[in-house]
């Protein structure tokens, strides 16, 4: 398994952008999909993005309440995923997680939290209307 700790988030007014990162520790770290979800006060933790393997290529799945606003990417040397969040809203509050798991996922199996093994301690993001 590898490790993940987010940083990166913060207090923000509707409108503002805001970039999250994910550092993860592990020499496998390119053979694993990694996901964003969140988590708002009161609610199921829900699926933001993910970013795979595909064949070929790699191929990115967003949550159809960020899709267009939300960008996830990965630097395989630094062994870093960054979450680019634009036109933040007061929806978007939560507590953002970074989860990992070796393997690749379809666009419906990325959504399923059950497949991440691991897990970051989160990452407050409150965006203020």
């Known amino acids: 398994q590898v490790q993940l700790v987010e940083s990166g988030g913060g207090l923000v007014q509707a409108g503002d952008s805001l970039r999250l990162s994910c550092a993860a520790s592990?020499?496998?770290?390119?053979?694993?999909?990694i996901g964003w979800f969140r988590q708002a006060p009161g609610k199921e933790r829900a699926f933001v993005t993910a970013?795979?393997?595909?064949?070929?290529?790699?191929?990115?799945h967003y949550a159809d309440s960020v899709k267009g606003r939300f960008t996830i990417s990965r630097d395989n040397t630094t062994n870093t995923v960054y979450l680019q969040m634009n036109d933040l809203k007061s929806e978007d509050t939560a507590v953002y997680y970074c989860?990992?798991?070796?393997?690749?996922?379809?666009?419906?199996?990325?959504?399923?939290?059950?497949?991440?093994?691991?897990w970051g301690q989160g990452t407050q993001v409150t965006v203020s209307s």
């Open positions: 989860a990992a798991f070796a393997g690749f996922c379809s666009r419906t199996g990325c959504r399923d939290r059950r497949l991440f093994t691991s």
């Open positions: 592990g020499r496998t770290f390119y053979s694993h999909t």
């Open positions: 970013i795979t393997r595909g064949t070929p290529g790699i191929y990115t």
